[in-house]
């Protein structure tokens, strides 16, 4: 895990923890805009 946190500051990317209890507000992420990026990836 330490590797990954590591790694992602030269990708840009930007780690964030959320609180429990959460669920609700990021699940909407997920079928929004995670699911249809893994599938597109999944393609190529």
């Not at 990954?4 to 507000?25: I, K, N, Q, S, Y």
Request: aromatic residues 2%; hydrophobic residues 45%.
């Amino acid at each position: 895990m330490s590797e990954v946190l590591d790694a992602l500051p030269c990708t840009g990317a930007a780690v964030m923890f959320a609180p429990g209890g959460c669920t609700g507000v990021a699940q909407p992420l997920h079928v929004g805009v995670m699911s249809p990026l893994k599938q597109h990836m999944r393609i190529r």
